[in-house]
């Protein structure tokens, strides 16, 4: 599939108020109300980058992953026929709520819900932060990152690269404690048809909140320093303290959603020219700071 990037996240919440507070005054995002009576947060020139609907559980439900035109989104359509993959057309209302001319959904061997979609409805209405955020690094990129769950790894990862043509970016594999006999997990990051280091990422790990982390990216580093204070005076629990990855050679810092994942929120991270990139297995998370140990506390 010609995925060109990370169009949107759909959260579900029993709480949409929660989310209104804290995209406006933690995220620094714009918040509108949709049609069906959930939230929509801006991040830049398109009617939002995370849809918020009603529901009778808190956390994520969806990935939708733009392709470039109706000859692509028929092409994805043909694939997954031809693969004796099971997918749904949108109807009209999902199609509208979302905001595109056309949308697909399915479910991963990881029962992970992936949304494919073209032609994004925008009235172009300018990005203006209720704290002060310029904006965010979107664009040609797509709105960041998300990191899924996927504890049926192998066949996930198959499925991601085969039928969607998410590419390898680097590979980083974990341990919990300092025991040798715990068994590693593995992390694969993975990159669509941009020059993002890593539009997706799979964790061989279920998770009850059903995403790892999102990421989103802001053009200077104050930006997110200033976010660190608003975390601070709106009492949000961190995550992950701020350090700078290794992979990706992003500054951030992790936080609690009101959907139970984290977000990423941070800055710097490196633009790749794949015809001269090589995969590799990194041996470290980041190259300092970023202590999960936080999150546990």
């Not at 509108?32 to 559980?57: H, Q, S, T």
């Not at 932060?129 to 979107?138: I, K």
């Not at 790990?205 to 930006?223: F, I, N, R, T």
Request: proline share 4%.
């Amino acid at each position: 599939m010609d995925i060109r990037g990370l169009g949107y996240i759909v959260v579900e919440s029993t709480n949409t108020a929660a989310w209104r507070s804290y995209g406006e005054q933690v995220l620094g995002m714009m918040v509108d109300d949709a049609p069906d009576g959930g939230l929509y947060l801006k991040m830049d020139e398109r009617a939002f980058r995370f849809a918020v609907i009603n529901g009778e559980r808190d956390g994520y439900f969806a990935t939708g992953w733009e392709v470039p035109d109706v000859e692509a989104f028929a092409a994805a359509q043909q694939l997954l026929a031809e693969r004796d993959l099971k997918f749904h057309l949108a109807d009209s209302a999902t199609c509208s709520a979302r905001r595109v001319q056309q949308m697909l959904w399915f479910i991963d061997p990881s029962n992970n819900r992936h949304e494919i979609f073209w032609g994004m409805k925008s009235d172009f209405k300018r990005f203006v932060s209720p704290v002060g955020v310029p904006n965010f690094v979107t664009g040609d990129m797509g709105l960041g990152h998300v990191v899924l769950p996927a504890p049926n790894f192998d066949t996930t990862y198959q499925f991601l690269s085969e039928v969607l043509g998410f590419k390898l970016s680097d590979i980083y594999r974990v341990r919990f404690t300092p025991d040798p006999a715990e068994p590693e997990k593995r992390i694969y990051f993975l990159h669509c048809n941009n020059n993002r280091h890593h539009s997706l990422g799979i964790f061989e790990l279920p998770m009850a909140s059903g995403c790892v982390h999102a990421m989103v990216e802001v053009p200077a580093m104050d930006e997110v320093g200033r976010a660190l204070d608003r975390v601070k005076q709106h009492g949000v629990k961190m995550s992950a303290t701020l350090g700078r990855h290794c992979n990706d050679l992003m500054t951030s810092f992790y936080m609690k959603t009101p959907g139970g994942f984290d977000i990423e929120y941070g800055f710097g991270g490196l633009v790749v020219d794949w015809e001269k990139h090589s995969v590799y297995e990194a041996t470290a998370v980041s190259l300092w700071g970023h202590d999960f140990s936080i999150g546990y506390q």
